[in-house]
């Protein structure tokens, strides 16, 4: 594996089953580095305060500007995607320079 990061789900650290923390590589710690690096701007609890269909989709627009800053990823490939049937809840979408399609649920 080139990436590794320790697992975090819920805000703590995963455990395995003997105890220790949990491992992730490659894509997935790609795709938990974005989730990260998007909760620490804050930009995602502005985005769920804001009630303007404007202000949401500038919002949008600097979060995406933000993942772009990951160079393990293919620019131009981000996009935010809204599950219809949760509001306030957005995949994001983004094609990695060596794993391929990655996804992620914010």
């Known amino acids: 594996m080139?990436?590794?990061d320790l697992l975090v789900e819920d805000g703590?650290?995963?455990l395995?089953?003997?105890g220790f923390?949990?491992?992730v590589g490659d894509r997935q710690s790609i795709g938990q580095d974005i989730k990260h690096r998007l909760i620490e701007s804050g930009l995602p609890q502005l985005l769920v305060a804001q009630r303007s269909p404007v202000e949401q989709a500038r919002l949008i627009s600097q979060m995406t500007l933000e993942v772009e800053k990951d160079l393990r990823l293919v620019p131009?490939?981000?996009r935010f995607l809204p599950v219809?049937?949760?509001p306030g809840t957005y995949y994001i979408?983004?094609?990695t320079l060596e794993y391929?399609?990655?996804t992620i649920y914010l």
């Open 100 to 102: 391929g399609d990655l």
């Open 16 to 18: 395995d089953v003997a």
């Open 76 to 78: 131009g490939t981000v």
């Open 2 to 4: 080139k990436y590794i």
């Open 93 to 95: 979408t983004a094609v």
């Open 12 to 14: 703590d650290f995963s």
């Open 21 to 23: 923390a949990a491992e």
């Open 84 to 86: 219809d049937s949760q």
